[in-house]
């Protein structure tokens, strides 16, 4: 079974500055996805960034970053120049490839981010 | 370019009711999925489908049930709903391909059990 796991249930930040949102996950699929979405309160989930398991590199969109350390089993997710807007709840979520969990996102409880002016 | 769709946005049902949600996916995915979040939970896998067949299902009862039609699109159907029912339903679309592909989420269906 997969498992994933947030352990801050909240995070604050000023405006302009970096934050990383913790994720740790579990499984003994040697393929699998790594995902961080983000809720707003309005409900929509969006799609911010992805890291595979075989990708040598760090993933990178914008001002988002994946800090991927497979030895450690984390993929945090910094935030570079924080804006208001970026006020949220943030969800890593994992997929893997095979197996009878194949296509499911597993997610985790979630950290609530405040970005404060 | 259209994202995922969903509709209703909100509903509101009795106890012992039954309820239709439907999910139309984002142009080009030929594969859709249904969860369901709770209040200050992470969502919860539902079911996915894929030509039009259950691929796979999470822990939930028979009430819960869907279809998926030729077009893609799909529908989430449950049955004798419970107070516990309560919940943003949230419909999720990608293409086939296995660990690699995101999926990519509407708005959800705010639904309310009285």
């Known amino acids: 079974a997969q498992k994933i796991t947030q352990t801050q249930p909240g995070m604050f930040v000023q405006e302009k500055e970096a934050v990383t949102l913790d994720c740790t996950y579990d499984?003994?699929?040697?393929?699998?996805?790594l995902f961080w979405y983000k809720q707003p309160s309005s409900g929509e989930m969006i799609f911010l960034i992805y890291?595979?398991?075989?990708?040598?590199q760090n993933a990178t969109e914008g001002r988002y970053s994946l800090n991927f350390q497979k030895a450690r089993k984390s993929a945090n997710l910094v935030i570079s120049a924080s804006q208001l807007g970026d006020s949220a709840m943030y969800f890593c979520a994992m997929r893997v490839a095979g197996g009878t969990s194949y296509g499911k996102l597993t997610f985790g409880q979630g950290t609530i981010l405040t970005v404060h002016p | 370019d259209a994202g995922v769709t969903q509709s209703p946005t909100h509903l509101i049902k009795t106890r012992g009711q039954q309820v239709t949600l439907r999910c139309s996916p984002k142009s080009g995915h030929d594969t859709v999925s249904w969860y369901q979040q709770a209040l200050g939970q992470g969502p919860q896998f539902i079911f996915q489908?894929?030509?039009?067949?259950?691929?796979q299902r999470g822990n939930f009862p028979d009430r819960f049930s869907g279809h998926q039609f030729p077009n893609y699109s799909s529908e989430l159907n449950v049955n004798a709903l419970l107070l516990g029912d309560s919940a943003l339903y949230l419909c999720?679309?990608?293409?086939?391909?296995?660990?690699?592909?995101?999926?990519?989420f509407g708005d959800g269906t705010r639904l309310s059990i009285l």
């Open positions: 499984t003994s699929d040697p393929s699998y996805g």
């Open positions: 489908y894929y030509e039009e067949e259950e691929r």
């Open positions: 890291q595979g398991s075989y990708d040598q």
């Open positions: 999720a679309s990608s293409l086939e391909g296995g660990a690699v592909q995101p999926q990519h």
